[in-house]
């Protein structure tokens, strides 16, 4: 069934409900997750920033992974950087390139109007996938 997954998380409330639907899934299937964090960097006058640092994106998958390995399931995960705007098709190249068979990730709500104004990652994730997206609210 699904036994490679891909749970792509933030830093939002939503990400803890995204693990538990990898996890359920996980078992389900008796697969492995790969969780991915990406910390998005915005172009400024400054060179580029971020509203997190690297050790807290770091932090942020350590703590992921230890929730999925303490419940049995077979975890492990990166955290890196990407260009604002780029998430979606990092998303969708570590699945190609994990073999993910399934992405999980989050939405913050928005409806699809403002998705679509707004960019959301997850639509984009969704359009551009060549495989099944679970997208958790």
Do not use: C
């Not at 939503?14 to 964090?37: F, K, P």
């Not at 690297?54 to 890196?80: C, H, N, Q, Y």
């Amino acid at each position: 069934m699904y036994e490679k997954i891909l749970a792509a998380i933030d830093e939002s409330e939503v990400a803890d409900r995204v693990l538990a639907a990898a996890s359920d899934l996980a078992q389900l299937s008796h697969g492995e997750v790969w969780v991915l964090h990406l910390r998005e960097r915005e172009p400024s006058k400054f060179g580029v920033t971020s509203s997190e640092s690297m050790a807290e994106a770091e932090m942020t998958i350590e703590a992921a992974v230890g929730k999925l390995t303490s419940a049995g399931i077979a975890a492990d995960g990166s955290a890196r950087d990407t260009l604002y705007g780029h998430a979606a098709r990092e998303i969708i190249n570590d699945a190609k390139a994990s073999g993910a068979d399934v992405i999980i990730m989050g939405s913050r709500g928005r409806g699809d109007l403002a998705g679509l104004l707004l960019g959301s990652t997850a639509h984009k994730v969704i359009h551009l996938a060549d495989r099944p997206v679970l997208v958790v609210r």
